[in-house]
């Protein structure tokens, strides 16, 4: 019988999801991933450009031990994989948030039950500078003084200049220049309820299509500074410290990112359409197994996002009926 899945974005629940700060070692306690008979057919993944790298690397993965099985994949956003799910375009919904109320609402009026999601990674969202701007560090009240209009989290006033955040000399009267995402996306809201303590992005935020176009305005920059998940990261840029709860700095690594110190951290999920009275045909469910094996969890490292640990595979797996 299939479980029910409580989805929790709580430090404790991703400290265990990461391994307390083990990340980056991918948990032994994993299966190692072998071929089953019987695995062929198609697979469409649509929605969160975020997961775009990591979906390419499941699906080369898993094409290693499938050849024959064909995978198409687009990223336009975590808004788009409701809709495809719904319509039956797409077999995986890739988003960087949790599905809301009504979009679940709508699929169950379709089907009659919920979409499933799968927990594939966790991810530290990081904030970018242009690796020539000397900021090491900012407080989440000042994030969201530099990207929101309604300072929810408690500053006096905007940031408008790098002087406000103790530049000196030519950075002091810089304008800040802000890069985001576009309203399709999972990062995007994610970022403003987190980042903006639930607020409205500023006017002068320049809105990109996807992750990397993020990085790309901030390396082209110098005044320039965006959200984006921390994999997407280049040498142009450098992803600055975040001030803690505790009033210390923090980066989006594995240990702060595991331990809840740093505070932009998320699980990555992949929704799909489960019939909870039938079984899951192999493709869907070789899949999968593959995202819960060490070489998944290893694909999720070379992506640049943290693997998670056995216990969290064990109980996705259990939800799928695949236990």
């Known amino acids: 019988m ?8 709580t430090a404790s629940a991703l400290a265990l999801a990461a391994g307390a700060g083990q990340a980056q070692n991918i948990d032994p306690n994993l299966p190692v991933y072998e071929a089953a008979s019987g695995v062929s057919g198609n697979l469409t993944s649509i929605g969160s450009d975020t997961l ?13 031990f499938y050849p024959n099985v064909a995978v198409q994949i687009q990223g336009a956003g975590s808004g788009t994989a409701p809709p495809a799910l719904v319509e039956g375009t797409a077999q995986f919904g890739p988003m960087s948030r949790p599905m809301r109320g009504t979009e679940i609402e709508e699929f169950e009026a379709r089907y009659g039950y919920e979409p499933l999601p799968m927990r594939g990674a966790i991810d530290a969202l990081g904030v970018f500078v242009h690796r020539d701007n000397p900021v090491e560090c900012l407080s989440m009240q000042e994030v969201d003084a530099i990207f929101s209009s309604t300072r929810a989290g408690g500053a006096d006033e905007a940031i408008t200049t790098w002087g406000q955040v103790g530049l000196t000399g030519e950075w002091a009267d810089r304008p800040v220049a802000m890069y985001g995402r576009n309203s399709a996306s999972g990062t995007y809201g994610y970022f403003r309820e987190v980042a903006l303590f639930g607020g409205d992005y500023s006017a002068e935020v320049r809105e990109q299509p996807g992750s990397s176009t993020v990085i790309q305005g901030v390396a082209a920059d110098i005044n320039g500074i965006g959200y984006s998940g921390v994999g997407y990261g280049t040498a142009d840029v450098k992803a600055i410290d975040i001030r803690g709860a505790d009033g210390n700095c923090y980066s989006p690594v594995a240990e702060d990112a595991a331990s809840g110190n740093y505070p932009i951290a998320r699980f990555l999920y992949i929704y799909m359409n489960v019939d909870p009275n039938a079984e899951l045909e192999p493709l869907r469910a070789e899949f999968v197994r593959y995202v819960y094996s060490q070489q998944g969890q290893q694909d999720v490292v070379r992506a640049g996002f943290f693997p998670l640990v056995n216990f969290i595979a064990e109980q996705d797996l259990e939800a799928f009926g695949l236990n």
């Open 2 to 9: 299939r479980s029910s899945l409580k989805l929790s974005l």
């Open 52 to 64: 775009n790298n990591l979906m390419t690397l499941w699906s080369e993965g898993f094409r290693s």
